[in-house]
């Protein structure tokens, strides 16, 4: 972000969209996931997506209603908090036994 902005520090406001669009399409190394797939049940088209067809899309895709893609957006979030809470609870025990190892016990008599 420093290096997008100009000297007078004026076009921050104007780069921070894409900052947090680009923060939160990152995949967290705890969860194995992005935030925005979280939050959405899937990452957000890009450029790429837009211009090169994906051959596992349905053409039936199109067609779907809206009561559908809700039921099929909130059960690919619920497939999803599964593996990202043992995948965080596995980050936190690894993240735990590196601050252990340099903890002495104290015992206060």
């Excluded at 902005?5 to 399409?25: G, H, I, R």
């Excluded at 990152?26 to 067809?53: A, C, H, R």
């Excluded at 999803?80 to 690894?94: D, E, I, M, V």
């Amino acid at each position: 972000m420093k290096l997008r902005c100009d000297s007078t520090a004026t076009s921050w406001a104007t780069d921070l969209p894409m900052a947090e669009l680009t923060y939160n399409c990152q995949i967290s190394e705890s969860t194995q996931f992005s935030p925005f797939e979280l939050l959405y049940g899937k990452n957000p088209l890009s450029p790429t997506d837009v211009l090169v067809p994906d051959d596992n899309q349905d053409d039936n895709q199109a067609t779907i209603t809206l009561p559908e893609a809700a039921a099929v957006l909130l059960q690919r979030q619920l497939d999803q908090q599964l593996p990202a809470k043992a995948n965080l609870r596995y980050a936190q025990g690894r993240q735990r036994h590196y601050y252990d190892r340099g903890k002495k016990e104290v015992n206060y008599e």
